[in-house]
């Protein structure tokens, strides 16, 4: 099946510092990544859909400032969370959808787990 | 608001027995239903899914069942295996085909006793 990494899988940063994410499909093309935020006991929240070589389109109530996502190649997007804060510790999850496939599924990758000191 | 529920937190099951999870929602424009199964630390693998022309679509040991009229679905697991022990999520999205979003509940988690 089709594979997404993440990288790192988890990171621990001081706050008022930016951490970057990377997503990447590692099998297929990915026209479209979605980046998802997951507290503890809770759903999947998504916070943005990057299409690749456009800007990324952001959820109600996620600070596309704060959140900057890059989605330059078919195969690799970035989550940079700058100025971060304890607030921002949780479980971030990218997704893929293969662009070859006419069907609404999507790859997970593995997570980052992200805590803010 | 959240459009999908999963009003069961957590479920337990013996070995071989079935297990059923349940998942409503509330958007009428929602016609593709999925589930994922979710490990600690990792991010979600595709189970299943339906279409809403569809009232049952049957994989290996996984079945769900899709009553659109009631906006309910659930997930049958028979027989339940330890390695089932996961926490699964329902999620929904308007169109099968094309790129809109997913939405997705708030999960379940299956604890499967040998």
């Known amino acids: 099946g089709a594979v997404v990494s993440q990288h790192p899988s988890w990171v621990i940063c001081k706050s008022g510092t930016s951490v970057k994410i990377e997503c990447r499909s590692l099998?297929?093309?990915?026209?479209?990544m979605f980046w998802y935020r997951q507290f503890p006991k809770q759903s999947l929240m998504l916070m943005a859909t990057s299409n690749e070589g456009s800007k990324a389109t952001y959820e109600q109530g996620v600070e596309k400032d704060k959140f900057l996502i890059n989605h330059a190649s078919l195969t690799l997007s970035t989550l940079t969370v700058t100025s971060a804060h304890p607030e921002d510790s949780s479980f971030y999850i990218c997704?893929?959808?293969?662009?070859?496939?006419?069907?609404?599924?999507?790859?997970f990758g593995p997570g980052t787990r992200l805590t803010v000191l | 608001d959240q459009q999908v529920k999963q009003n069961s937190p957590s479920l337990s099951v013996q070995e071989g027995r079935i297990s059923i999870l349940n998942c409503d929602y509330t958007n009428s424009m929602f016609d593709y239903f999925l589930w994922y199964k979710k490990y600690p630390a990792e991010g979600p693998t595709f189970l299943i899914s339906i279409s809403s022309i569809k009232d049952k679509n049957e994989d290996g040991r996984f079945t769900v069942f899709l009553n659109k009229s009631a906006k309910h679905l659930s997930l049958h697991i028979v027989p339940s295996q330890p390695g089932d022990s996961a926490v699964y999520f329902c999620a929904a999205s308007p169109d099968e085909v094309g790129y809109q979003k997913v939405t997705f509940g708030t999960g379940t988690k299956l604890q499967v006793i040998p």
């Open positions: 997704s893929a959808r293969d662009g070859s496939s006419p069907y609404n599924e999507q790859f």
């Open positions: 099998d297929f093309q990915a026209t479209t």
